[in-house]
């Protein structure tokens, strides 16, 4: 009888061990389904893996280089006195540091790198990717919501930033504020700015400076500024390093955008107090925004406007999330997600929705919700 008790015993336990094995996974594959998905690249050089990520056509680390050598293995000079680095700029010797000379700044800002290494023929990024040209940066920006203060909250990571000045990191680009090191040496810019050594389009013995950074007056200086660099004209700065691991396979574009015409069931189905996400023109008081979304109360479906045609989502998850409501809607490989907050007593509430094929964010833009 005892046998027979722990016999039951156990196979009772195995049977519920299986189904909570299984209903674990269904949570994970679920709940992962809603948002960005790190990747990952492994450095053949040093063995680092990098975490990255996908955006628009293009797989970009989300975290900056870390590496002390070229492609082909060739050793590039620390420089880490003042009169190390001074004198590397002198002789355009190629050279890196840590911030502050210190290698756990590394875990966050990676390493920051002068001009030399960058132009250096050796290869600085790893094997099969490549540095970023100026025209990457502005590809990255107008998909990810352009020129604004709230694009630059979803690029920046969650801490590391001076006060009021961390971000979501809702785009998992990870962005810290690794600072700069001046052409005499010192060091500054750590918790205020970040700063992106790359190509220029036209001339690749330029360099330009994609800069994010915090200003104690106005919260966030929402200003990229191209500053172009040749080796004859450098003047000893350092900075941080991103690369594109590689261009998306198989990328498909789809156009995402606002429809000026309302749906045929529009005028029939919408009660007096119905629900609309439009793009944002700026301004909350106006009713000048472009429709793109309509609730269809007769099938209780939401409808977007996808390459000019109103495709049905359901609304799978409506929770709240760091303060902010957001909303997950899903049609077949195509997801849409908004993430808004009430705006003053207004009945709308502002923010941002984010549109993606297969996990791959397309487009992020301003949108209004009203409730």
Not at 136 to 152: A, C, E, P, R, W
Not at 163 to 180: M, V
Not at 196 to 222: A, G, P, R, V
Not at 274 to 293: A, P, R, V, Y
Request: aromatic fraction near 16%.
């Amino acid at each position: 009888m005892d046998l027979k008790f722990s016999l039951n015993n156990i196979s009772k336990y195995r049977k519920m061990k299986k189904y909570l094995f299984s209903l674990v996974f269904m949570l994970f594959v679920f709940f992962s389904a809603f948002g960005q998905q790190y990747g990952s690249y492994k450095d053949a050089r040093d063995g680092k893996i990098y975490k990255t990520v996908k955006i628009g056509s293009q797989e970009w680390m989300a975290e900056n280089l870390n590496t002390d050598r070229f492609s082909n293995g060739d050793k590039i000079l620390e420089a880490r006195s003042i009169d190390e680095w001074m004198k590397a700029a002198k002789d355009g010797r190629p050279a890196w540091c840590y911030y502050n000379n210190d290698p756990k700044n590394a875990l966050k800002f990676g390493k920051l790198y002068n001009i030399f290494a960058i132009m250096d023929k050796r290869g600085l990024h790893p094997s099969g990717s490549r540095i970023p040209y100026k025209s990457d940066f502005m590809n990255l920006l107008q998909i990810t919501g352009g020129d604004k203060v709230s694009t630059f909250g979803d690029l920046k990571s969650k801490n590391g930033w001076t006060t009021f000045g961390n971000g979501t990191n809702f785009l998992l680009f990870n962005l810290y504020p690794a600072g700069f090191r001046y052409n005499d040496g010192k060091f500054g810019g750590s918790e205020l700015e970040s700063t992106l050594f790359s190509y220029c389009d036209s001339n690749s013995n330029s360099s330009y400076l994609f800069t994010i950074y915090y200003k104690m007056n106005t919260e966030l200086d929402t200003t990229c500024n191209p500053i172009m660099y040749s080796p004859s004209s450098y003047d000893g700065s350092g900075y941080a390093i991103r690369a594109i691991i590689s261009d998306v396979k198989n990328y498909v574009s789809y156009d995402f955008t606002p429809t000026f015409s309302y749906p045929v069931w529009f005028d029939h189905n919408l009660p007096v107090l119905g629900k609309e996400i439009n793009l944002s023109d700026g301004n909350i008081d106006t009713d000048s925004t472009k429709h793109i979304g309509f609730l269809n109360y007769s099938k209780n479906l939401w409808e977007f406007s996808i390459n000019n045609k109103m495709v049905s989502f359901k609304i799978i998850s409506n929770k709240e999330v760091d303060s902010r409501r957001e909303c997950v809607f899903m049609s077949g490989d195509f997801k849409i997600i908004t993430r808004t907050y009430a705006f003053s007593n207004s009945g709308r509430e502002v923010g941002a929705l984010y549109f993606y094929f297969k996990n791959n964010l397309l487009k992020r833009t301003e949108i209004i919700w009203d409730l």
